[in-house]
């Protein structure tokens, strides 16, 4: 049964996987370039003063920082607005199988995709810095952009929720709070900003928990 | 007698609103079950609280022996599910959710799913949201039957169908039931398609049951009588007791009743109205459905 539900959600995200994964190579590509461009056109030197002193290397480049937070949030679209469209979800709901699995299967496959995504990205960063830098900027730059891929995490979480509550009301009022949580995950502008990233860390390891709880509202009827 | 569906004393308000006033009804295993009313009598609540998916104010509502709002895995696995609308996974294809569903059901039977697939003449790379709204019907009753469920619960299976689709929805349903002794409980708007393949029927009326009897018992016993007579009107109304419902065009009075003619003229004589060529005029389930629900 894990395997049908995890055919179902490869149907509905297959295309934008390989969108993305495209559009990470050509961040990573763009990363390169930018790099380069800094230690071209600023000198090696004052490159370095910029990197170590004001702590700074991949913030500037904006795609890597919201790269995870835009495929999070795709990726809950595409999952879970079929689902509720015309209540769609009452055919999940019906299949021979218990509500908590299949939505904590569903939520787990469309986050194994964004993991894997994050994953790739992080990996390509590795190769991107570490060709320029000594691996202690690496391990810097590197830890920065921690906090980014916790917030793709968050939105891919919270998006699920808010699309899965049947209530419109709640749905602006969690949108809300939503635009808030998320938003702590980019305050930071330098490495070592947040102090312990646990905190972050526990947050998003019990957003599912929110999942389970519209799908029980759902199934109760609540308007 | 085993009780697939059994539904006690089931109360439910939206608000302040009635809806549902201790509905009591019972389906027995291999009967084809007809749930009927007009449009906000409760036919769609009770649907959806039999199907899980509410949970009613008060009562009970058992499927298959379970509460129906907590049906365990094993017995979905029983069910079979119309929603409203020929609901199915619009983003997949003919082929896709064949595969998808049959990893659910280990008696999964195929060869219906096919057979009646292959009555479209679409490709199976055909996506389920490029059809029509009687070809979704087919993929939806060729999922429900590849799965072989002992319960069907068909709502408002008529929805959005042409003559040609429902008259194809009610043949390969009728064969298919028969054949293998299902049990069905339906809704739909279009009486006579019930006519043709329903057992046993309620009739909802505003927070009441109107009826609940065989359709054969109903058609032996609910009676339609016409006759002509300026006087009779505003002397006769419908009550529980003896006149179901009265309808009154210029001078001809048309009457519903479940009692005989011979009561009818008693009655009549008895409020002042004399030789009235009272006869009875036979009817279909359509105009029966009217005669005690009411044309407005």
Known sequence: MLKAILYKEWIKLRWAVIVIAGLTILSLAYSIGMINYYIEFQGAFQNWMYVIGKSLLLKNIVFVKFLPLITGLVFALLQFVPEMSRNRMRLSYHLPISEKKLLLSSVGIGYMFLLAEIIFLFLGLWLVVSINYPAEVVQKALLSTIPWFLGGSAVYFLTAFIILEPSWIYRIIYGVVSYGIVTMYYEASTYDQYRSLWAFILIVALMPLTILFAGHRFRRGTK | ?296
């Open chain 2, 1 to 296: 007698m085993e009780h697939v569906i059994e539904c006690r004393n089931l109360t439910h308000y939206y608000g302040n609103n009635l809806v549902l006033n201790n509905l009591n009804l019972q389906v027995e295993r291999g009967r084809i079950f007809g749930i009927l009313g007009k449009n906000g009598m409760g036919k769609t609540t009770t649907i959806n609280i039999l199907m899980g998916f509410l949970r009613p104010t008060s009562g009970q509502c058992l499927v298959l022996g379970e509460e129906s709002h907590a049906l365990s895995p094993q017995t979905r696995q029983k069910i079979g599910l119309l929603h409203e609308g020929h609901l199915a996974y619009d983003f997949m294809t003919i082929r896709q959710v064949e595969k998808f569903y049959s990893r659910f059901f280990p008696n999964w039977k195929a060869e219906h799913y096919w057979d009646l697939m292959g009555k479209l003449g679409l490709s199976h790379n055909h996506k389920i949201k490029n059809m029509s709204c009687g070809q979704r019907s087919q993929v939806v009753l060729g999922l429900i039957f590849a799965q072989d469920p002992e319960l069907l619960i068909l709502d408002d299976y008529s929805m959005g169908l042409d003559p040609g689709y429902r008259a194809l929805f009610i043949d390969y349903l009728q064969e298919y039931v028969r054949e293998k002794d299902k049990t069905v409980f339906l809704t739909s708007h279009i009486i006579q398609d019930v006519e043709k393949v329903v057992d046993d029927t309620i009739i909802m009326g505003y927070q009441k049951l109107l009826l609940k009897m065989p359709l054969a018992t109903l058609r032996e016993k609910f009676h339609r009588y016409e006759f002509r007579s300026a006087e009779a009107i505003g002397k006769i109304e419908a009550d529980d007791n003896l006149i179901s419902n009265v309808e009154f065009v210029h001078d001809k009075v048309t009457l519903y009743s479940f009692k005989p003619l011979k009561e009818i003229k008693a009655y009549l004589e008895k409020i002042g109205i004399n030789n009235a060529e009272i006869r009875e005029i036979p009817m279909t389930l359509e105009e029966a459905f009217i005669g005690l629900t009411g044309k407005y």
